[in-house]
């Protein structure tokens, strides 16, 4: 039994609760459990609780063990002295004692809780399948399923926008910068995003637009500063590129990166830097006043937005500089798109929605989500196999939120699909 279980028995007041007494004998009335708080502090807030013949309002505290509460130290702590009851396991004293010498009664629950729920909740916590409530998902109805799976989207979404909110405040809430940024971030497909990113903040928005009718310093910029042009080369392009960097190198004092933060090995070379950072230059060129125009939540102009974006020619047959190939993938797949769009532009959006108090731009992000194809990965796929259902990217995004923050850590009692499973054995 865990003090977690314990906490969820009492919320949901999955335990007998019929003809209760406190350990001193008095009854216990359950009239409202109170609101569970998850920071420090008692348990749960504003219970509404009748011992005896009165009613208490006050705080309700939890353990497994009536020990805790000494333990724990919450007789000499003030965030206590409004608890009105404590509730435990078990426990072997009748009354506890709180700051200023009060009494508070408690009650027991041993005895009081289902044994098949308690064997089902310890054979998922045990369970080696690739997911707790993998053998039991098919008895969990689709609407509860699709219910939580948006509620840990909109979690996911949340988390995202953390960065965003920490790149505003380094850009001083300049939206077209962090916007550069993000966009440069997820064009780098993950093993080269922080890289891209790191390339974009230090190449300002405002820099850009200095040179908008001048490709080449662009992309010159682009490579310079990701350390790309500090040697010989034997082809005319890198040259080019090379001479115009230094001249706007010290025109803008850019800096030049290490080019060893991007990775070169185990990477496909339709991946390789060289082949971002041409992408990353072509949307530099398309970067003024962008997150305006996204800002309208439209899926078609964002879809032939950055699908449409043109690299140099010289990419057409190069991977890399001086090293002749053919070259099929130099312009931005569908992928790509997807990926940048689910995992920048709709944060983006919804971050600038939450940061204006606007509900119209955060449900327009979530709807983007629902117009895009589910992803296809095989976290998905293994859920898919199981029963789940993700009709769209809204979903699949729920699904990876789902396993990594609830079923790989195992917190079945804080999820949907977890709680009906539970209760239904009661039934």
């Not at 729920?117 to 969990?140: I, Q, T, W």
């Not at 910068?177 to 995003?193: D, E, F, K, P």
Request: glycine share 4%; aromatic share 10%.
């Amino acid at each position: 039994m865990t003090e977690s279980l314990l906490h969820y028995l009492w919320k949901f007041r999955l335990f007998n609760s019929n003809a209760l007494f406190a350990k001193s004998g008095e009854e216990v009335e359950i009239i409202n459990c109170g609101t569970h708080n998850h920071n420090s502090g008692p348990d749960f807030f504003n219970a509404k609780i009748k011992i005896g013949n009165k009613t208490w309002a006050g705080n309700v505290e939890i353990h497994t063990d009536g020990k805790e509460w000494y333990a724990h130290k919450h007789h000499l702590d003030a965030a206590y002295k409004n608890v009105v009851l404590h509730v435990v396991l078990e426990a072997e004293d009748l009354f506890f004692k709180c700051l200023e010498n009060d009494t508070i009664p408690c009650l027991e629950l041993k005895g009081r809780i289902d044994e098949k729920l308690l064997a089902h909740y310890d054979y998922l916590m045990r369970s080696e399948l690739p997911f707790p409530c993998a053998a039991s998902l098919k008895n969990v109805d689709e609407f509860t399923q699709q219910n939580m799976l948006e509620r840990v989207a909109i979690e996911r979404l949340e988390n995202k926008t953390k960065h965003i909110e920490t790149q505003l405040k380094t850009t001083n809430g300049d939206w077209e910068q962090v916007c550069w940024q993000t966009l440069a971030r997820y064009l780098g497909s993950g093993i080269h995003g922080d890289a891209l990113e790191l390339t974009a903040a230090n190449i300002p928005i405002k820099t850009i637009a200095k040179h908008s009718d001048n490709v080449l310093q662009i992309e010159a910029m682009i490579f310079g500063v990701a350390g790309m042009l500090n040697k010989s080369f034997a082809n005319d392009y890198p040259n080019e590129l090379k001479r115009e960097f230094n001249y706007l190198k010290r025109l803008h004092s850019l800096p030049e990166l290490n080019k060893e933060i991007f990775k070169w090995a185990k990477t496909r070379p339709a991946n390789f830097p060289t082949i971002r950072l041409a992408q990353l230059a072509a949307l530099a060129q398309n970067i003024q006043h962008i997150f305006s125009k996204l800002l309208k939540g439209d899926v078609q102009f964002i879809n032939t937005f950055l699908s449409k974006l043109e690299v140099n020619s010289y990419w057409k047959n190069h991977f890399r500089f001086d090293e002749e190939a053919e070259n099929k993938f130099s312009s931005i797949g569908k992928s790509t798109v997807q990926v940048i769009t689910i995992n920048a532009i709709v944060p983006l959006l919804f971050a600038y929605g939450k940061n204006t108090g606007n509900e119209i731009l955060t449900e327009k992000a979530l709807d983007i989500l629902r117009q895009y194809k589910p992803e296809v990965n095989t976290t998905i796929s293994l859920y898919k196999k199981y029963g789940m259902a993700a009709p769209n990217a809204l979903f699949t995004q729920g699904i990876l939120q789902l396993k990594s923050n609830y079923c790989d850590k195992k917190q079945c009692i804080n999820c949907s699909i977890g709680n009906s499973i539970l209760t239904q054995i009661m039934q």
